[in-house]
């Protein structure tokens, strides 16, 4: 039997804000690791995932960023060759990602990692969405064989408590055994949000599958049912809102834009 390179990770998720005002929280949920070849037969292998197709837990290709192409993978080499960088080389791509779950998905963020035929790390991209359903790819570059790092213009509308003029900071290590993820948020120097992901791998199985479903229930749901909880609670705290449509011009380089900056392309 061939290998299988997909995987579970069982994670935690922590959430640290510092300024204006401190507020933090913990919870645990899981995440697929999806090797994109073998999204077909892990649909005909499995009774629980299902590619394009209602499941428990089922995988679109139309979820994620698309410029026009036929798949996920063709649609992600085509942003890594928007932003410069060489496909000729790139053998495999892995997605972390959340599953549709009973035919709902919301993903504030997932990440792929490119890999060339020896299995060596070449490109990741960090693939964030908001609440209103827009996206924006990141492209992370290598930094010294420990696995990938990004600080750049943040310039798009996750938090209506944060004004658009901060960066994101994405450290990436390659997922293995183990997975520690950080993404901070940053004004100039000062780190005023800190999020880490680390998480343990696990075989990608029914019986896994079912466990989590049973572990974590209506994971997706309950994702955006507490990033509203929190954003209620942040409002009690007193934080500024700051909207949406105010600054279009610092919402750049997104794709799916919402009817308020609708002006705005990628």
């Known amino acids: ?18 300024s204006p005002k401190v ?20 649909s005909h292998q499995l009774k629980l995932f299902k590619r394009n197709r209602a499941s428990l837990f089922s995988f679109f290709d139309t979820d994620h960023i698309s410029l026009g192409q036929k798949d996920v993978r063709a649609n992600l080499l085509a942003i890594l060759e928007k932003d410069g960088k060489d496909i000729s080389t790139v053998h495999r791509i892995r997605l972390l990602t959340f599953p549709r779950v009973l035919g709902y998905v919301f993903n504030p963020v997932c990440f792929y990692y490119c890999f060339d035929a020896d299995d060596r790390p070449l490109y990741a991209v960090a693939e964030v969405t908001n609440t209103f359903h827009e996206q924006k ?109 105010a600054c279009p011009e610092l919402q750049t380089g997104l794709y799916r834009p919402h009817q308020s900056i609708a002006s705005v392309k990628p």
């Not at 507020?23 to 892990?42: K, P």
């Not at 994971?219 to 507490?226: A, G, K, S």
Request: charged residues 30%.
């Open 1 to 18: 039997m061939v290998e299988i390179k997909s995987a579970i990770y069982e994670c935690e998720v922590m959430h640290h804000r510092l």
């Open 23 to 42: 507020h933090h929280f913990e919870y645990r949920l899981f995440y697929l690791w999806l090797d994109l070849d073998e999204l077909d037969s892990l």
């Open 137 to 245: 790819p990141y492209v992370a570059d290598q930094q010294d064989g420990q696995g990938f790092r990004l600080i750049t213009p943040k310039h798009f509308y996750v938090s209506p408590f944060f004004d658009l003029e901060l960066n994101f900071d994405f450290k990436l290590p390659v997922p293995n055994e183990k997975l520690n993820i950080h993404i901070d948020d940053r004004r100039g120097d000062e780190r005023v949000i800190l999020t880490a992901l680390k998480g343990k791998r696990r075989e990608l199985t029914d019986s896994a599958l079912l466990s989590c479903a049973v572990r974590y229930p209506l994971l997706t749901l309950r994702v955006m049912f507490l990033i509203h909880w929190h954003a209620l609670r942040l409002w009690i705290k007193g934080l500024k809102v700051y909207r949406k449509a």
